[in-house]
T-cell receptor, first 112, second 113 residues
Framework: QQQVKQSPQSLIVQKGGISIINCAYE??????FPWYQQFPGKGPALLIA?????SEKKEGRFTISFNKSAKQFSLHIMDSQPGDSATYFC???????????FGKGTRLSVIA | DSGVTQTPKHLITATGQRVTLRCSPR?????VYWYQQSLDQGLQFLIQ???????AKGNILERFSAQQFPDLHSELNLSSLELGDSALYFC????????????FGEGSRLTVL
C-alpha cells in the first residue's frame, strides 16, 4: 500500500520555466510534509518542509503548496535552472515522530 | 557532506551470500534509519533504531536484520541474498525522535549476481 503517491515520474522543463511536482497522501494523521532533493551518487537531502497549519511555504525559488482537504501537496520550482536537475521525493510523517514515508520520486531535467 | 558515513560504497556478491552494511550517524544523533532504494519502488523504509533500541519496523525482510551499537553506529545484515536484493541501501540519522529532518549518507550500492 503506497501511502504517498507522487507524479509525474519524470519531468523536463526549459531553463527559466516552472517545475511542478505533485503528491497525494492517504493517512490523515500525517502532519509533516518534507521534500527531499537527490543528486546522482548522493543521498537525499532536505529541501523544504511544511506543516498543515499553513497552506504555502516559500524558500527562495522553492515553494510548497498544501491542500489539506484534498490531501495533496506540491513543489513548485520557479525560474528552474540546470543545477536543479535532480530527483525529488515528497514524504510524510506524523509529527516528525514516525519514519518518513516517501513517494517514488520525480526525475527533473532542466534543459537550456 | 551530511555527516553520515556509510561503508562500503559498493559491494558485489553472489546469491545466497551474506553481507553487512555499516553506518556511522552524525555526531550526537541518536536515531538511525535504514532505507532501500530501487528504481521501481523509490525509497522504502526498512527499520529505525533509537539510542540502541529498535523503534520502528517497515518493509524489512526476515532475511535482513539490523542493530545499533552503544557508540550509536548501526549495521544492516542481509543474508541468503537474492537477485532482487540488488539496490542502494541508505542510512539516515536524526537528532531525536521529534526531529523531522533526516540526514542521509551516500548509500551502499549492493549488486547480487
Amino acid at each position: 500500500q503506497q501511502q504517498v503517491k507522487q507524479s509525474p515520474q519524470s519531468l523536463i522543463v526549459q531553463k527559466g520555466g516552472i517545475s511542478i511536482i505533485n503528491c497525494a497522501y492517504e493517512n490523515t494523521a500525517f502532519d509533516y510534509f518534507p521534500w527531499y532533493q537527490q543528486f546522482p551518487g548522493k543521498g537525499p537531502a532536505l529541501l523544504i518542509a511544511i506543516r498543515p497549519d499553513v497552506s504555502e511555504k516559500k524558500e527562495g525559488r522553492f515553494t510548497i503548496s498544501f491542500n489539506k482537504s484534498a490531501k495533496q501537496f506540491s513543489l513548485h520550482i520557479m525560474d528552474s535552472q540546470p543545477g536543479d536537475s535532480a530527483t525529488y521525493f515528497c514524504a510524510a510523517s506524523i509529527s516528525g515522530n514516525t519514519p518518513l514515508v516517501f513517494g517514488k520520486g520525480t526525475r527533473l531535467s532542466v534543459i537550456a | 557532506d551530511s555527516g553520515v558515513t556509510q561503508t562500503p560504497k559498493h559491494l558485489i556478491t553472489a546469491t545466497g551470500q551474506r553481507v553487512t552494511l555499516r553506518c556511522s550517524p552524525r555526531s550526537g544523533d541518536l536515531s538511525v534509519y535504514w532505507y532501500q532504494q530501487s528504481l521501481d519502488q523509490g525509497l522504502q523504509f526498512l527499520i529505525q533504531y533509537y539510542n540502541g533500541e529498535e523503534r520502528a519496523k517497515g518493509n524489512i525482510l526476515e532475511r535482513f536484520s539490523a542493530q545499533q551499537f552503544p557508540d550509536l553506529h548501526s549495521e544492516l545484515n542481509l543474508s541468503s541474498l537474492e537477485l532482487g536484493d540488488s539496490a542502494l541501501y541508505f542510512c539516515a540519522s536524526s537528532a531525536n525522535l521529534l526531529s523531522g529532518e533526516l540526514f542521509f549518507g551516500e548509500g551502499s550500492r549492493l549488486t547480487v549476481l
